[in-house]
């Protein structure tokens, strides 16, 4: 058997009936999510996970049952992580009345700005952003694309579809409204896995303030030259 393999006998429920304090569930969760996005489902064994996180392989079926067990638990884990981050701005958006034109704009653009914020600080290595992407390309079980799509994306990508839906006067089901989101959040998420000289950091608890509001400021700019051209 390899150990990938992993007998079924799960004494740890994966989601609840664990202290809050289990140190060790959250560092194996979280040197899978380097693994998973540096190698992918397939690439990463559990062996391996198990190694970074400093526990022996029986400890990842205690948690999480086997390897898909443990796929799934990180992709929860960064979707609500994720979820919390957008939240406020998405109940704002959710809240408006008859909101006008560049008002729609405003709340587009701080989305992106609260993408960038998300994919830039200091907790989104590199591995962790690749996961995220791998995650969005349906990578892995079929099962961790869904929770994915419903705890988070759906609800993003509404939020998108209302605003632009809004300024140009078409439905959010229309086809092109449902591109030109997708348009506009490319804006932001092409820094879910770029490598750029410009993204460095000497500092690599804190992503650089004059680098943040330089990229923020030139994905502000194309999507407001965008959504106004949309505007009817």
Known sequence: MNDDSLP????????????????????????????????????????????LAGVNTPALQYYFENKEGLYVTCV?????????WFAPL??????LKNPDAETCIEMFCKMLE?????????????????????????????????????????????????LVSRISGSSIDDEQTQIRVLSLFGLATTFYTVKHPALSAQDDSHFPDDKMAL?????????????RSWMV
Do not use: W
Request: glycine fraction near 8%; include cysteine.
């Open 215 to 227: 990229i923020k400021r030139n994905v502000r700019e194309q999507c407001q030259v965008l959504m």
């Open 76 to 84: 929860d884990f960064l979707a609500q992580e994720s979820y919390d």
């Open 90 to 95: 998405l109940k704002r958006i959710e809240l």
């Open 8 to 51: 079924k006998q799960l004494r740890h429920p994966p989601s609840g009936g664990y202290a809050r304090g289990d140190e060790t569930r959250q560092r194996i969760i979280d040197s899978a999510i380097i693994l998973f996005g540096e190698l992918g489902f397939e690439g990463a064994s559990t062996r391996a996970i198990a190694k």
């Open 114 to 162: 609260t993408v960038l914020e998300r994919v830039l600080n200091n907790k989104a290595v590199h591995q962790r952003r690749l996961f995220h992407v791998r995650i969005k390309m349906g990578q892995g079980p079929e099962r961790a694309a869904s929770l994915f799509n419903e705890k988070l994306l759906c609800h993003i990508h509404l939020a998108g579809v209302t």
